[in-house]
């Protein structure tokens, strides 16, 4: 988990979608490089499939930190496991994310329809149509350590068991296991992978991280206009996107987060916050930028 040197050469942001179906509008993607510049979409109008975001990662070999929001991991430290009961579970996050991808391989699209409703992992979801398992944990659900360490922060994280409402990050976390399955042992995925001397890196976002970085209130981090957005980057010491009227929280996320990573990423405690320990690493994950 030693940090390198800063050397990254461009960054690029993705805001990742749970969403079934060939084409998902919550995904947007945008990228910027060192200076002060402002980030830019990459294929702005174009409507992402997950399969072009694998391809897009896969075929980025430069010096970039690549940030994707989601989580790539389910709580395991609090219970030992991640499904607590089931002979099945597997022992780290690599396991977990073959495991969603066995359930699940007939889903078309890097969908996790399969796993929802595998009846043993069912029992630790909550799922729409009230159908919420027995060994779900009530309120918000279980967390990982990198979430309680968010709570501390003064954020309200939700478990990447909950799969309902609109602050739910369950759908995205589970598709997302199957893209990082992929990406698995050809780029390199933090912390459960230590950071290279030279090439890509795959780190978790919390976009509400850049908002509350730029000023604006944990209860305002979407911005839904270009001006909202470009105070938030002259904020971060960013030059101003320039556009004008709406855009939506999706791209805005992407835009800002990229300024924000680039403005942060050799900071030292993001690297190494006080909380990861090697077992987090191995099973959990950490969101960067969580200290």
């Known amino acids: 988990m030693t940090k390198r040197k800063a050397r990254f050469t461009q960054f690029i942001a993705i805001d990742w979608s749970g969403a079934v179906g060939p084409r998902q509008k919550g995904i947007a993607v945008a ?24 391809d897009l990662i896969l075929a980025t070999e430069t010096d970039t930190l690549i940030g994707l929001d989601l989580g790539p991991s389910l709580p395991f430290v609090d219970r030992g496991a991640y499904f607590p009961g089931w002979d099945e579970s597997p022992a780290d996050a690599r396991g977990l994310w073959a495991l969603v991808e066995r359930i699940c391989l007939d889903d078309p699209h890097f969908a996790a329809s399969s796993f929802v409703d595998h009846p ?9 149509g009230g159908r919420t398992g027995d060994l779900f944990e009530p309120g918000r659900g279980r967390l990982r350590a990198t979430e309680r360490a968010q709570q501390r922060m003064g954020l309200s994280p939700y478990s990447n068991l909950n799969l309902v409402g609109a602050a739910q ?34 780190v978790e976002l919390y976009t509400t991280l850049a908002a509350i970085a730029a000023g604006r209130a944990r209860s305002r981090s979407k911005m839904r206009t ?40 050799s900071r030292q405690d993001f690297w190494q916050p006080g909380g990861l320990t090697d077992e987090i690493a191995r099973t959990e994950g950490w969101t960067f930028g969580v200290v």
Not at 173 to 188: F, K
């Open 120 to 128: 043993e992992a069912a029992r630790h979801f909550r799922r729409h």
């Open 31 to 54: 990228e910027c490089r060192p200076g002060g510049g402002a980030p830019t979409l990459i294929r702005p109008g174009h409507i992402w499939s997950r399969a072009e975001v694998l």
């Open 169 to 202: 990050v369950g759908k995205s976390s589970l598709t997302g296991m199957r893209l990082l399955h992929r990406l698995s042992g050809r780029v390199a995925i933090w912390p459960f992978d230590p950071v290279p001397e030279a090439g890509p890196v795959v």
């Open 226 to 265: 270009h001006a909202e957005l470009d105070a938030a980057l002259l904020a971060l010491g960013s030059a101003p996107g320039g556009g004008d009227g709406s855009i939506s929280d999706h791209a805005s996320d992407a835009i800002l987060t990229a300024a924000w990573m680039r403005k942060e990423a």
